[in-house]
């Protein structure tokens, strides 16, 4: 097993670091110096109290703290996803009914191929994954979606006059919109092992693991991340899209007023 460890000392000779971001933020005139003291803060925090809450729920080992886990995980994703859809109706719904159906597949076609065991040590780390890039990829769909109906108004309501349904007035945006929430995970996917050594195989290996067998780990995560990540650009813009028509199947004009 590997000898690795982190004491508060190396913690504290470790933000050097972010001090190093904040002297090249305040002397390029970055602006961005208070949202770094902010975020340093929030993840100390954030991550010293799930740090103890994951210690207590992988010790007890109860299904119900488990699903609680899940729950909270995707709930807090679907929640985040939808902000980033503002001025979309719906947003913050279609996204956590995304994220939840798709977690839940995903999730649960790895427990039930085998692949992990339905316990805390395994289901909240990979419950956490999936989601945190479903949650990316929904961001990058709606922002692309309101963006480009707004660039193609008129494009739209042509294809409307001529008659075509909503769902071919849309279906340019739509691909678009899809591949913008799909296209930075097959990126990545692109550079494994060439340029980076994700978290899970540098984990695994910084614990003692086979490196082979980590790199076995992070192929099935690549597998994993790159369906979810479809399914739910998929599900998101397929009803995110409809929100921009009224009843009347018509542009609903006060989105672009």
């Not at 954030?46 to 119900?64: A, C, E, M, S």
């Amino acid at each position: 097993m590997s000898n690795l460890t982190v004491s508060n000392t190396t913690l504290a000779m470790g933000f050097f670091l972010v001090l190093i971001a904040l002297g090249v933020g305040y002397r390029e005139k970055l602006h961005f110096n208070k949202d770094i003291i902010i975020g340093v803060i929030r993840a100390i925090v954030q991550l010293t109290i799930v740090g103890y809450i994951l210690k207590f729920v992988i010790r007890v080992n109860d299904v119900w703290l488990t699903l609680a886990c899940f729950l909270i995980i995707v709930l807090n994703a679907g929640w985040n996803a939808g902000k980033r859809g503002q001025g979309i109706p719906k947003a913050i719904q279609i996204s956590m009914f995304a994220i939840i159906v798709d977690t839940v597949i995903t999730v649960g076609f790895l427990v039930v191929t085998g692949s992990i065991k339905f316990i805390p040590a395994q289901i909240v780390p990979f419950t956490g994954m999936v989601a945190s890039n479903i949650m990316v990829a929904i961001g990058l769909c709606f922002r692309n979606m309101k963006q480009t109906f707004n660039d193609r108004h008129q494009q739209v309501l042509e294809k409307l006059a001529l008659g075509a349904d909503i769902k071919l007035a849309s279906i340019d945006i739509l691909r678009d919109s899809i591949k913008s929430g799909v296209q930075p995970t097959i990126d990545s996917i692109k550079t494994l092992g060439l340029v980076s050594l994700p978290g899970m195989m540098s984990g695994l290996i910084f614990a003692g693991v086979d490196p082979v067998k980590a790199i076995k780990y992070q192929i099935l995560v690549a597998f994993m991340l790159l369906g979810s990540t479809s399914l739910g650009s998929i599900i998101s813009c397929y009803l995110g899209y409809k929100q921009f028509y009224n009843e009347q199947k018509q542009l609903n004009e006060e989105l672009f007023s």
